[in-house]
């Protein structure tokens, strides 16, 4: 019998015909729409007198690729410090999650005035950190991110999130049966559902990276045979 997953984003064909057999029936209905800030309305909002960048998402990087920021920059995600690196940007610090992050530039030896560049959902916990110890934010949203409500009519055996606020968009509409099983792409995610879900088994991937859900999502899959 055909293992059914479905992934609350997109996932390249490509990658989706590598990694899974024809054992496995692979779904990807994204419950997330982003909506890039504008080249010049971001420009706009820069404070050029800092020259220290926070960037936690991919999306602002493909906000940003074509103004000339010169400074340094301060990131959550493995992924979107390649995509700045790309970009040529100079990366300073990498974290794998925000908590991490307003640590290490609390303890470091930095400026204390930052250009925050986020979506326009993001959560509280940099900017509150940040500013529990004086440090001035100045906030620059670099997209929207509109949820996608839809009613499945068929269930699957695997269910992958991958923010908070795609969990959510999901949830309106849908239910998941205990006997299925979630992943996530890691802590803040998986927290989201558990407040829904307390006592289901939510596999969270240690290293938020698509690609280590998809290797966990392989491994279940294997060890249910």
Sequence with gaps: MRTKVLFTKSISHEILE???????????????????????????????????????????VNAIQDLNLNGHFFVVGQKTAEKLKAQNREVILIEDYAEDLAKQLISGKYNSKWNFLC???????????????????????????????????????????FSPLSFKAFHQENEISESSRIFTIGNTTTSAIQEVYPNYTIITAKTPLVEVVIENIKEYINDKK
Excluded at 29 to 56: F, G, H, R
């Design 18 to 60: 590598k990694e899974f057999g024809a054992d496995v029936e692979v779904v990807c209905k994204p419950t997330l729409q982003i909506e890039l800030t504008s080249k010049n309305e971001i420009a706009e909002q820069i404070d050029y007198s800092i020259n220290q960048y926070i960037v936690t998402s991919q999306n602002t």
């Design 119 to 161: 979506g326009a959902s993001r959560r509280d916990l940099l900017v509150d950190e940040l500013s529990k110890v004086n440090h001035e934010v100045n906030q620059i949203i670099t997209y929207q991110s509109e949820q996608i409500v839809y009613q499945l009519n068929e269930t699957f055996d695997v269910y992958a999130f």
